[in-house]
Every structure is written in C-alpha cells, then in structure tokens.
C-alpha cells in the first residue's frame, strides 16, 4: 500500500427537510484514505451510510463540504464531469448485486469498458483475467441465474474493478450471503482492491469484516468516529 494520500472529505454535511422540521444526516465528515487503504464504515440503520456513499461516488451532492480523488476537486465538477469521472474512477458494489439478467458473467463485467470505447477483444480479455483471478473462469458463460449468491456477487466485484477505478465504495456488498459465502466475497474484494491499488470504503453490519480491515469509523449522530 503506498503513502501517498488519494482520496479526501472535508466539512461533509447533508441534511433533508422533513414533516418535523430539517433533519441533518451527516454533519462536519472527514477523512483520508491512501491509495489501497481499506476502511470500513458502521453504524446503525438511518445513520446515514448509504446517503454518504451516494456522495462520495457523486451521485449525490453535499450541502457543504469538499471531496478530493487523485488531487481533483470533484465537488466542483459539473453533472457531466462527474459522470465522466464515476465512469472511469469510481466503482461500486452493492448488497443486490445488480447483474444485467440477459448478459453472461463475462459481458457483464466487460460491459464497463465497452461503455467507455474499449474494443471488445479487449473488453473481454481483461474480463477474463479478472474471473480467472476470482476462481469463476468456469463460469464466464453463465448467465446470473446460473450463478450462486456468492458467485454473482464475485462477478459484480470483477465488475467494479474492471475499469480500473482508483476509489470503489462497496454498500453491505456481503449482506445477502451466508457467513462463509461473506468471508470468501470479502477476501478476495481485499485481494483485488489491494493488487489494483485501488482505495476502499465500505459499508457494512457485520462486525467480523470491518475489524479485519486497516481501519474502522462509525457514523453515529451524522459524524464519524474512529473505532479502537
């Protein structure tokens, strides 16, 4: 893991108005992370996570606040800077694992890099690599309701990382698999995010993955907390 700092939030607040009056979700976050550095992020349900994740992947915008990817000001880009830059810099992985149904495992995680003009021989080859990487190159054929829960949910890792992105923000991406299935998800979403240098903030209920990884917050009254 390098020491060279690669994503920054600071003074992150957000807040909605509702029936009773505003309610603020997340007040004053702050935070930075290196590159490969993998934090886990905790906290009740309603606390805010997801609403967090959604911001720092710049699907939503902050009331307040600065975000930093690789040096660049991504608060201050317009809708189609930051479309552009989610495409190319930023993956996602979430609890479903949001599979295309009609694609084979392999189009899937090859789709990302079709969108961004890649040839298809290409798209597919480091499609491939990554499958092979994740032990599915049995299944690159497949289409997802051929797969396992843990086997789909590896697929959608692949595909977060087969752009290459330098920040991947994974929201419970472990939640709908048994405890064994989770640990496996997990460790090889470590494995990859490590080789790949990519950094890492994850969402997660359960108390065994966010202790195994560097680093540990809890969001708790809209701030974070560093966990001991």
């Not at 990817?69 to 495409?87: F, S």
């Not at 709908?176 to 640990?183: F, I």
Request: proline share 4%.
């Amino acid at each position: 893991m390098s020491d060279a700092e690669l994503f920054r939030v600071q003074g992150l607040c957000k807040g909605f108005d509702a029936p009773a009056g505003h309610l603020q979700i997340l007040q004053d976050l702050g935070f930075s992370l290196r590159e490969g550095e993998f934090l886990a992020v905790v906290g009740e349900s309603g606390s805010g996570k997801s609403t967090m994740l959604q911001i720092l992947g710049t699907l939503e915008r902050p009331d307040a606040g600065e975000i930093w990817l690789g040096g660049e000001p991504i608060h201050a880009l317009g809708v189609n800077k930051q479309a552009q830059l989610r495409n190319e810099k930023i993956g996602f992985v979430y609890q479903a694992h949001h599979l295309i149904p009609e694609l084979t495992a392999l189009e899937n995680v090859a789709l990302p890099l079709l969108v961004q003009g890649l040839r298809a021989s290409d798209a597919k080859q480091r499609a491939h690599e990554l499958l092979t990487r994740l032990h599915l190159q049995d299944r690159e054929r497949h289409v997802p309701a051929r797969l396992s829960g843990g086997e789909a949910q590896r697929v959608a890792v692949a595909r977060a990382l087969a752009t290459n992105p330098r920040l991947l923000l994974a929201d419970e991406p472990t939640g709908n698999l048994d405890e064994r299935t989770a640990g496996e998800v997990f460790e090889v979403l470590q494995q990859l995010c490590s080789e790949e240098q990519a950094a890492v903030v994850m969402v997660t209920h359960s108390k065994g993955l966010a202790t195994a990884c560097e680093r540990m917050l809890r969001l708790h009254n809209g701030r974070l907390i560093p966990v001991a």
